[in-house]
């Protein structure tokens, strides 16, 4: 009979700590989109800490390849991607929870609890000057990630390995089309309105593929950065490839619900934040008006394809949940789609289908 997760935790703590450690307490967090389970450990003894975070890999399922939809490994990794990037980016300074012990074959990582306050909860009822202040904390450490990872490419890494290239970008475009708007409940889209979205989605993906690449985490928002003892601590960084620059910038000042706080008159400010200290750090002239357009058009992008996420995690895997989200986003869509020349023409077509943008 296979072990609870209890008892597996208890064994594995102690094989790492002292004999006289215990576990007492195991507690499940809230689950969210992904199909990793983890647990708050409480432990008492001697060389331990009071708590440690395990996360649990979803048995039978294999090994799990960070971007199933990226295709592009000729053979499976033959390790845990979080192990593979980890490794990486705690060696390039950047600040990723400790991991104390991982057993790949029971499907189990013992690591670092950073708390439970997120970047997004530790603004909540700040004024602007503090969310400014935490915003630019944030971007201190993506730049850390972008530049020193990428001034330190190791191929042995697997985020080296995979590209936001023209492809993957389509895939995104063509998986909110599929969730966002065909398979919706009652949805009605003509051939003509999905030629134009295909046609404007394809030029957008040319543009954003002919832009320099540079390590991406991916997910870097609000909710993937623990705040502890005052610093920002980067988590789910599974799926980091090389992407343009703006692409990490977008999804910070632009995922779910972000500009509740990093409001319309914030976000320019953050932008401009980024784009000095890329420059003071990298010794490269960045120019405004072209790093506007393509930080835009990046934002559009994952706006569109996280529309189609919440609606595929609704209708297909019965997470509800993040739907709460599609009216501001699509607000959000609204708002940058009418600042670029590429995709001003799509904004009627898209209102057709999204209330929020009514």
């Known amino acids: 009979m296979a072990a609870s997760i209890d008892q597996l935790i208890a064994e594995k703590v102690g094989s790492l700590f002292d004999r006289n450690a215990a576990v007492t307490g195991v507690i499940a967090l809230p689950g969210d989109a992904s199909t990793r389970r983890y647990y708050r450990v409480r432990l008492n003894g001697p060389g331990t800490p009071p708590t440690l975070m395990a996360m649990q890999l979803p048995a039978g399922s294999g090994l799990p390849i960070s971007s199933e939809e990226l295709a592009v490994f000729t053979d499976a990794p033959t390790e845990l991607p979080f192990l593979n990037v980890h490794r990486f980016l705690d060696r390039v300074g950047v600040r990723v929870p400790k991991i104390y012990g991982h057993w790949q074959d029971d499907g189990l990582l013992l690591l670092e609890d950073l708390g439970d306050v997120a970047l997004w909860d530790r ?43 023209e492809k993957l970008y389509v895939w995104e475009f063509e998986h909110f089309i599929e969730w966002g708007l065909e398979k919706r409940p009652g949805a009605k889209i003509s051939t003509a309105t999905l030629a134009t979205l295909r046609e404007t989605f394809a030029a957008i993906a040319q543009t954003l593929d ?19 003892n005052e610093a920002v601590c980067v988590i789910d960084f599974q799926d980091a490839l090389l992407a343009p620059a703006q692409y990490d910038l977008a999804s910070l000042l632009n995922d779910r619900i972000t500009d509740a706080v990093v409001q319309p008159h914030i976000e320019p400010q953050l932008v401009e934040y980024y784009r000095e200290r890329t420059i003071e750090l990298s010794g490269h002239a960045i120019s405004r008006q072209e790093f506007l357009v393509i930080y835009r058009l990046s934002a559009i992008q994952r706006d569109l394809k996280v529309v189609g996420r919440f609606y595929y995690l609704d209708l297909v ?3 509800p949940g993040y739907m709460k989200f599609v009216p501001p986003t699509v607000r959000r869509l609204q708002r940058n789609l009418a600042q670029v020349a590429q ?16």
């Open 123 to 165: 603004v909540q009822g700040l004024s602007g000057t503090e969310v400014v202040g935490w915003y630019k904390k944030a971007i201190d450490e993506l730049l850390r990630l972008q530049i020193a990872g990428t001034e330190h490419r190791d191929d042995s890494c697997i985020a080296f390995q995979q590209r936001f290239d």
């Open 210 to 228: 002919r832009q320099p690449p540079c390590l991406n985490h991916r997910d870097y928002h609000s909710w993937n950065l623990m705040i502890h």
């Open 317 to 319: 895997k019965g997470k």
């Open 343 to 358: 995709t001003e023409k799509i904004l009627p077509l898209l209102r057709e289908h999204f209330e929020a943008m009514l």
